[in-house]
């Protein structure tokens, strides 16, 4: 089955009591037992319908067998480190959204967890022999650089480690890393699955059953579960995916070609599919305040992936919990601008831009 169809079927059927196409919102947070602990459904930490109906969908669109859903991305990312023990190593890509390097860093760290940033999208990068998990974000945010996953998988399975892939900016639409070796796939689902910037969630997909294991032992034992109101948003988003994707990428690619030639910019990131473009203005940080502060389109807002277009300045606002000397170690300049680009028409994205240049020269 193709994943425009996916999107659509996989994990739901029509309800079983009364033939509801759409999944209902199973909104109770228990059941009631035949006799006593025998029921299919005990308790919504544990299981609960509507999320068990997302789960199996999303691991679909990624060719996965267990999907394994969370209250937001971060508790996703959280839940893959639970697995791993004090002493364990784990080499991380060094442009990671910041708020997993925050996780990492000030949260992990100190309960002896070691973690390497280097730029996975480099081709001889190496992996330690003592490494114990690869996490790698491809393409990257917000430099949108591009790792190789194969070559990646492979040093990682030579060393006994296992890939984390955070799919967030590509979505399975572009991008399956499990078909190209990875162990485990990590999505924000509140960006393009979700992809209408009205829901937090995150989701951890694997074909690997002891993975899935831990992954499930550990939703119900934390107990970071969305709600099901929460997961019919997402399911309901997903729905759109493919066409949404089409548009974000055509979207993109318009205005890719038109920044490129455009005098006031310095240089334009962009990976070659999807909808998330940034680019470095010339002229100083005020400018590219002034420039961010000037669209009307382009919301000025953190995240992405929502069908409206944002703009924001990752320096000061997504980046801000990164140290400045690694921001520019990194190459996170004062002047890069991040776009997500929506499914507005693109005449009236490129005017809104076209003002915020006019505007950013001051
Ligand atoms: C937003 C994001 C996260 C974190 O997800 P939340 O749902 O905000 O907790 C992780 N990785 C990437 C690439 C993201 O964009």
């Not at 068990?52 to 209250?71: M, N, P, R, S, Y």
Request: glycine share 8%.
């Amino acid at each position: 089955m193709k994943i425009d169809t996916k999107v659509i079927h996989a994990g739901q059927q029509p309800d079983p009591t009364t033939g509801a196409v759409m999944t209902p919102v199973y909104q109770t947070s228990t059941y009631a037992q035949q006799h006593p602990g025998v029921a299919e459904w005990e308790y919504s930490r544990t299981h609960n319908p509507t999320r068990t109906a997302l789960q199996d969908c999303l691991a679909a669109l990624e060719g996965g067998k267990h999907g394994v859903c969370f209250a937001s991305g971060l508790a996703a990312v959280d839940t893959v480190i639970r697995t791993l023990s004090p002493g364990d190593h784990v080499v991380c890509g060094d442009d990671v959204y910041g708020g997993t390097y925050r996780l990492f860093t000030t949260v992990f760290a100190k309960f002896g967890i070691s973690f390497d940033f280097v730029d996975l999208s480099n081709q001889d990068v190496e992996i330690p022999a003592h490494t114990k998990l690869v996490w790698a974000e491809t393409p990257t945010n917000p430099l949108l650089k591009v790792s190789d996953i194969a070559s990646l998988a492979q040093k990682a399975h030579a060393v006994g480690a296992l890939l984390a892939v955070d799919n967030t900016f590509a979505t399975p639409v572009f991008q399956r890393p499990l078909e190209m070796g990875a162990d485990i796939v990590v999505h924000s689902t509140t960006k393009y699955l979700g992809g209408h910037s009205d829901v937090v969630g995150g989701i951890l997909i694997t074909s690997n059953d002891e993975l899935a294991e831990q992954f499930t032992t550990l939703q119900n034992s934390v107990g970071a579960v969305p709600g099901p109101w929460d997961c019919f948003l997402t399911l309901r988003g997903v729905k759109t995916l493919s066409v949404r994707m089409q548009r974000h990428d055509e979207n993109a690619k318009a205005l890719v070609e038109w920044l490129k030639n455009h005098d006031e910019v310095k240089t334009v990131l962009y990976p070659g599919f999807g909808g998330m473009v940034s680019f470095v203005l010339k002229g100083d940080l005020d400018a590219a305040i002034r420039f961010v502060k000037a669209t009307k389109i382009f919301i000025l807002a953190e995240s992405l992936g929502g069908v409206e277009s944002l703009i924001e300045l990752p320096a000061i606002m997504t980046h801000a919990s990164v140290p400045p000397e690694v921001r520019a170690e990194i190459g996170i300049d004062d002047g890069l601008i991040r776009l997500s680009v929506g499914i507005e028409h693109p005449l009236d994205q490129k005017a809104d831009l076209e003002a915020a240049f006019i505007a950013a020269r001051g």
